[in-house]
């Protein structure tokens, strides 16, 4: 069941303030508080809901917090603007940086307190260059097809991508980005229940 | 850059025994009142002011009165002494000076590193000191072997019997030379004698720098000593009215904190202590004039100056009368913004002050102005107060402080607490804490004549003063112009017939100061940009059109043409490539740029090579002329990315992520030649920076047809459309 | 009390566990060749290696390094370090020298990880450490010239 609220969290961003809009309406459900991950998918297709459901998903994916990590190119991106890594940092052959430019050299385990300080992460790193999962300019439609797609999501079935949006650190890691950031527009749960919804009414591509 | 009262050259070289043994060499000042020339009996009785000392263990020292800030020059005087002295380098060692007036500068009156001077100020003097030594060893070893002075000759620390073959080493004639007089008007070599001044002798501190223990500022420890952090007005001018301290005085580790008139000092045992403490402060602070300040406003503010005339620094000829008779008239606007120096070292003094004297550790470019400053503030007398230099991270005119505000906020916050206390900036508190570069707004126009001869020239330099109301203004300010703010501009080199450059004095507020290169840094990119518009204008080549101008000044077209040549000016570019140069004449060297650049689609400016050719007179050493060379051109490169500004009264940067400076993938090849010239010596630390953001500017255009008319580069300015 | 492990020996220093290992190096222990230039891992004065990885010190707390091996510039070991700072000696490379021993902490892992880099390689490796006296053009030529001393040693 749907209802339509209030936005809870973040203000519509100006790229897709329609969809923003259109999304809010139809997606953002009553609490239960936390997404079980152990219920057996019941899958009931629906391409309407479905696609819908991903653009929410989409408006997390694109938010530099998330797209920072998943650049087109070899160097992360940062800030606000989502421009090129300061000091020239590379992806390097684990994901994981370069020479003395390794990701943990400067992120901790988790953000530091302060203005300017690295946001942090056990596990801060990027997708490896041999699957570089690239958020970075693709459309709603091609980052679906990216996300289905095993060859390109790190061998992950559409429950194990769900696992990894609700669990890893390095996810949740957005949502606690450090003193100067924004969070993605969604609240973590959100991101989640949608994205299970996209995949639960049959991850329907939006195009 | 000025001439101050000459103070040492009244000096005499006396000589005296060292305690511990040896031999000590220095400069005598006659106190007013005394004979000018000295008494030459009692050479032991004098202060232990030395330029020299060589131990009896062969240990040849120089006490060095400039700070070694990176430009070498620990090395450079050190060369100076033991060319003439006649020393091994492999035992030269070099220590710094305290601050005496015997050490004061020999064209400023005052001891200071600035001006890219201390090699030209220290020249005669050293020579002398060297020169001196090495006649006084040579006699002491005479005298031990009964022979004539003339029959030995002195080689790496060495006394030479000529015919004999024997030897006695300076160590062993040390304590012999001390009791000796001083040799009077000992003869200088023949430069062409030289065997070390000219040769790219290695410098003396870089194996201390490779393995960490070279002594920074930062890096002094003294017994008891608590370290502080300033909590200073967000807006420059303000004042802390209420301090709520209890929570800082609750982090543990936070010792005291003390309201000095720069701010709120949070005294703990340690930096993070201290840091942390900062944060808890509660502080009502009275915002005071600049609240409002706003860049994009004081821009218009500037405009609005720039309308009516200022105090003339040149004037040739009747510039307004050739402009309204020009055929053709072109104007440019343009607009630099504050600088901050950003030296890579955070400021830091080290204070302990007591009832009966105070010692300073600071790595200072005016010790004169700290001594006295240290002294005021302690509330003690000149001679209680010691300054001790230590190495400097970087300088670049910071640590020439006008007000010495950083050692008099280590002496006050010391004096309050009762310990020795260790004042660190962050990056954040140095670069919104002032004394930038001032922002300057300039407007030129130039008249051509029908075949393209310039035929006026008029400059208009609105910024603020930061010599005026300081000791230095005398020296200065001449005739309602302060030198510091028209340099590069009103000694235009060019011919032209007639010109006027003009100076209008902007309000003061925003502490400025002295940034490597000073004036130049603005004046510089204004003039040689604005050449480049005009030679495009009458279809001439700026080499050929700078060429045909500087016709009356050499050494402006022998590093031009050299410049020109090794970058291959006659040559075809790559596709996509553009080129531009620049030549300038500052600190009485005379630096050409060429460059060569390529423009993204996005507007990012990618500099690939720099070709540097510079004449600054006889040379010490080529090595560290190369290395002044490539690091003004790295430091002007920097100046085309940031800037620091206002909004609300308030500076928006706040470390190197939104100031940045130059990195390694964007240092372009440099290569730097040195013109042999016989002329006047110049400096070497400042001069290579005001050519390099003009030679860039005008390779732009040459690529994209587009103007820079303020720095730094928006990308959005070169982004193809 | 904390105890950590600097260049091959035990320290136990009593600081709180969130306070920067580069204020511990530098105050508590002493060994002031680490520099401070930023405070917020953006210029690599601070760069120590942490078990073998260039670690920013100024932002790493005290409490990670427990356990682990630190080492900073006085300490760092003759393999990477005596042809490093050979090369640094023979170039003249430091002007001020405040950088330089971040400078070489970051060259050691390039070389360590790439005995034989290219200018792309330094690029990706050494950007990170500010040089405000512009030092790079020379930084670049020595880590050549240390890879060629390393490459030499290690045919001989």
Same mark, same amino acid.
């Given at each position: 069941m749907r209802q339509s609220s209030p @936005?809870? *969290? +973040? *203000?519509? *961003?100006?790229?897709y303030p329609r969809l923003w809009g259109f999304a809010l309406v139809l997606l953002v459900a009553p609490s239960p508080a936390s997404v079980s991950l152990d219920e057996k998918a019941a899958t009931k297709d629906d391409p309407a809901a479905s696609r819908v459901a991903f653009l929410a998903v989409y408006k997390v994916l694109s938010h530099p917090r998330c797209m920072n990590c998943h650049p087109a190119g070899d160097a992360p991106l940062q800030g606000e603007d989502s421009h @090129?890594? +300061?000091?020239?940092v590379k992806r390097g052959k684990d994901g994981a940086g370069k020479y003395a430019l390794k990701c943990a050299n400067c992120h901790q385990a988790k953000a530091l307190p302060g203005e300017n300080m690295p946001p942090g992460n056990p596990n801060w790193r990027l997708p490896s260059p041999e699957m570089p999962l690239v958020f970075q300019g693709k459309s709603p439609g091609a980052l679906a097809r990216q996300l289905k797609d095993p060859k390109q999501n790190g061998g992950k079935t559409l429950d194990q991508v769900l696992h990894h949006a609700a669990e890893d650190t390095l996810v949740l890691g957005c949502w606690n980005p450090g003193e100067g950031r924004a969070k993605p527009p969604l609240a973590h749960e959100e991101f989640v229940r949608e994205l299970r919804t996209w995949i639960e009414t049959g991850a329907h591509e939006p195009e | 850059m000025t001439e101050v009262v000459n103070l040492s050259r009244r000096g005499f070289l006396r000589a005296g025994a060292l305690s511990g043994g040896g031999l000590i060499l220095g400069v005598y000042l006659p106190t007013p009142g005394e004979a000018a020339e000295p008494p030459l009996? /009692? &050479?032991?009785?004098? /202060? &232990?002011?030395?330029?020299l000392r060589i131990g009896s263990d062969n240990s040849v020292t120089v006490i060095v009165n400039?700070? !070694?800030?990176?430009?070498?020059i620990y090395s450079g005087l050190a060369m100076i002494v033991a060319e003439e002295l006649d020393a091994d380098w492999t035992k030269v060692k070099v220590e710094a000076a305290p601050a005496d007036p015997v050490y004061n500068h020999t064209m400023y009156g005052v001891q200071i590193t600035g001006g890219s001077t201390s090699t030209i100020s220290e020249w005669d003097r050293l020579r002398k000191a060297g020169a001196t030594a090495r006649a006084m060893l040579i006699t002491a070893a005479a005298q031990a072997w009964k022979v004539a002075p003339g029959s030995c000759r002195a080689n790496k620390s060495r006394v030479i019997h000529q015919e004999s073959g024997i030897v006695l080493s300076y160590g062993e004639l040390a304590e012999p030379a001390s009791r000796l007089a001083p040799v009077r008007n000992v003869p200088l070599k023949d430069p062409a004698n030289f065997t070390l001044i000219g040769t790219p002798v290695k410098r003396l501190d870089t194996p201390d720098k490779v393995t960490g223990a070279a002594v920074f500022g930062l890096d002094v420890t003294v017994p008891g000593m608590l370290v502080a952090v300033l909590a200073r007005p967000p807006v420059f001018g303000g004042k802390a009215i209420r301090v709520n301290s209890a929570k800082a005085l609750a982090v543990s580790g936070v010792r005291r904190v003390v309201e000095i008139d720069r701010g709120v000092a949070v005294v703990a045992d340690g930096f993070w202590q201290a840091r942390k403490g900062r944060a808890k402060l509660e502080i009502d602070w009275d915002l005071g004039d600049l609240s409002a300040l706003d860049s994009h406003m004081q821009r218009d503010e500037y405009v609005e100056l720039s309308r009516s005339p200022g105090a003339v620094a040149r004037k040739q000829g009747d510039a307004e009368a050739a402009l309204a008779a020009s055929a053709r008239v072109l104007e440019s606007v343009l607009d630099l913004p504050y600088l901050a120096?950003? &030296?890579? !070292? &955070?400021l830091n003094c080290v204070a302990d002050v007591r009832p009966d004297g105070c010692d300073v550790w600071t790595g200072t470019q005016a010790q004169t102005l700290d001594h006295h400053a240290a002294a005021l503030a302690a509330g003690l007398k000149p001679e209680q107060v010691k300054i001790h230099t230590t190495l400097l991270g970087g300088g670049f005119g910071r640590r020439a402080a006008l007000d010495s505000h950083f050692v008099r906020e280590a002496v006050l916050v010391s004096k309050a607490v009762k310990a020795p206390v260790k004042v660190i900036w962050t990056r954040e508190d140095d670069l919104k804490g002032g004394y930038y570069r001032p922002a300057a707004h300039h407007v030129i126009s130039a008249g051509l004549s029908e075949d393209g001869q310039i035929t006026a020239w008029k400059h208009r330099i609105v910024c603020q003063s930061f010599i005026i109301g300081t000791p230095f203004e005398a020296a200065i300010v001449k005739d309602g112009v302060d030198e510091t703010c028209v340099e590069g501009a009103a000694d235009l080199p060019y011919e032209i017939p007639n010109i006027l450059v003009d100076w209008k004095k902007a309000p003061s507020g925003v502490p400025v100061q002295w940034l490597r290169s000073v004036g130049h840094t603005h004046t510089a990119f204004v003039v040689e940009t604005f050449l480049d518009e005009l030679a495009h204008a009458a279809g001439k080549d700026p080499l050929e059109l700078r060429r045909s101008l500087l016709a009356k000044h050499p050494r402006h077209l022998r590093v031009l043409d050299r410049a020109a040549q090794e970058f291959g000016w006659d040559k075809p570019l790559r596709d996509g490539r553009g080129r531009g140069l620049a030549v300038h004449q500052s600190f009485g060297s005379y630096v050409a740029h060429v460059v060569e650049i390529s423009v993204s689609k996005t507007g990012k400016i990618t500099v690939h090579r720099v070709v540097c050719a510079i004449d600054c007179g006889p040379i010490v050493n080529p090595d560290s002329i190369r290395a002044q060379m490539e690091g003004c051109i790295v430091f002007g490169l920097s100046t085309l990315h940031h800037e620091i500004t206002f909004t609300d009264g308030r500076v928006k940067q706040r470390n190197f992520h939104d100031y940045p400076v130059l990195r390694m993938n964007e240092t372009p090849e440099i290569e730097v030649h040195i013109v042999k010239s016989t002329d006047s010596m110049g400096g070497v630390g400042e001069p290579g920076v005001p050519p390099v953001a003009p030679a860039v500017a005008n390779a732009v255009f040459n690529l994209t047809g587009k103007r820079i008319r303020r720095l730094p580069f928006r990308a959005d300015d070169l982004k193809q459309a | 009390m904390i105890t950590i492990r600097v260049n091959r020996k035990e320290y136990h220093v009593d600081v709180e566990p969130d306070t920067p290992l580069l204020w511990v190096i530098r105050e508590t222990i002493g060994l002031t060749g680490t520099k401070f230039g930023c405070?917020?891992?953006?210029?690599?004065?601070c760069t120590i290696h942490l078990d073998g990885e260039a670690a920013r010190s100024c932002v790493t707390p005290v409490e990670r390094a427990i356990g682990r091996e630190i080492v900073t510039i006085e300490g760092l070991p003759d393999d990477l370090g005596r042809p490093l700072k050979d090369a640094w000696i023979a170039l003249d490379v430091p002007q001020c020298g405040y950088c330089q021993s971040g400078q070489i902490m970051a060259a050691a892992v390039l070389l360590r990880e790439n005995p034989n880099p290219t200018d792309e390689d330094v690029d990706d490796g050494m950007t990170g450490n500010i040089c405000r006296c512009g030092t790079y053009p020379r930084i670049r030529r020595a880590i050549h010239l240390a890879a060629q001393a390393i490459a030499k040693g290690a045919a001989r």
């Open positions: @936005p809870i *969290s +973040a *203000s519509p *961003s100006p790229r @090129p890594h +300061a000091q020239n | 009996a /009692k &050479p032991a009785s004098f /202060k &232990p002011n030395a330029f400039h700070s !070694e800030m990176g430009q070498g120096h950003a &030296p890579m !070292e &955070p | 405070g917020v891992a953006q210029c690599g004065a």
